[in-house]
């Protein structure tokens, strides 16, 4: 079982950044795929990036490449998300999940375990 807490949303202007941070519970975090999810007022959720076990593997949607960076630290069981370049589409809550397959990590349905969301707005 593993808990997820997000935390550093805010309200920020178009042009600014904001770092999410995920803190996970449990003694295997290393070993889980993470990932950061968004989901906008009438919207499905929407990948935003994601991080295998290994270094050098992260992956993100085409809309957040080259603005958003996504990294971990598993000495302190948290996974982060650099937002820069904000944009007021970026408007969102932003949620992390965790999964210890990771089968398609694009996938929403593919993460066994989610935090609670944290919201982001962008203003212009």
């Known amino acids: 079982q593993v808990q997820l807490v997000a935390s550093g949303g805010g309200l920020v202007q178009a042009g600014g950044s904001l770092r999410l941070s995920c803190a996970a519970s449990?003694?295997?975090?290393?070993?889980?795929?993470m990932g950061w999810f968004r989901q906008a007022p009438g919207k499905s959720r929407e990948f935003v990036a994601a991080?295998?076990?290994?270094?050098?593997?992260?992956v993100y949607a085409d809309s957040v490449k080259g603005r958003f960076t996504i990294s971990r630290d598993n000495t302190k069981n948290t996974v982060y998300l650099q937002m820069n370049s904000l944009k007021p589409e970026d408007t969102a809550i932003y949620y992390c999940a965790a999964d210890s397959i990771g089968r398609s990590i694009a996938t929403p349905s593919a993460y066994a375990y989610w935090g609670q969301g944290t919201q982001v707005t962008v203003s212009s």
């Open positions: 449990g003694r295997t975090f290393s070993s889980y795929v």
């Open positions: 991080m295998r076990r290994s270094a050098s593997s992260e």
